[in-house]
């Protein structure tokens, strides 16, 4: 008997193909990116530290690059970027501007100074730690990304007026302390604070990368839909021989 795709099972399984594909490709798609990713910080972080220049850079040639500046902090006007967590412990990073002294023109660009558990969260609480005149910051550069799809379904909306932050937005930022801030923000590298915090060097070498395992699943996943759905469609013996109820002519 000729294979016979019932109706109602292959609209289900067609576009359930499709998808379980598409997320497989994605996830391919995704391994790259996250190779690149971990190439990038691995060989980046740990090499010869370069003045930072001025001015916006581009993304490409200077995320994770280790670099040096020179300026002074403003504490009163820290910002916290919430629901971040060190060892498994939940608080949040400082991001602190600092008026540049090493170079003309005091520009002003933002600080990642590092982690603090929620109980720390008021500065009054961390007083060795508010670092006064001029400081040398070494760390590594990170550029925002825009906020898009799922997670921004997800992610809560920064309120700038009661700063809560839950994604640095370099131009929310830039309008609450009234500067025009760059395209980045520097991860303070500082192994050590005073009174201990806030926590410095808040970037991974170790990342996981688990994309090809999940291509792998997803793909998985579609060849056995394939199967089942070629199994179901299989013609039974008794289809293919006859009902076996039929009698010899006499």
Known sequence: MAFRPKLIPTLFTLPALVVLIALGVWQLQRLGWKEDLIDKLQSRSVAEVVQLPTGSLDREAWEYRRVRVT???????????????????????????MTRTDVAGEPTILVNRGWVPFDRKD?????EGQLEGEVTVEGILRFPREVTGLQRVFLPENEPDNNMWYDANIGQMSTRIGADLPNYYLVDGREETPGLYPVGKQWRLDIRNDHLQYALTWFFLAG??????VLYHRPKRAEEDGDGNGTEAS
């Open 71 to 97: 300026g002074r902090f403003h504490h009163d006007e820290e910002m916290h970027l919430l629901n971040r967590s060190l060892n498994g412990n939940p608080g949040l990073h400082v991001l602190t501007p």
């Open 123 to 127: 500065p009054e609480t961390r007083p």
């Open 224 to 229: 056995a839909l394939a199967v089942i759905y």
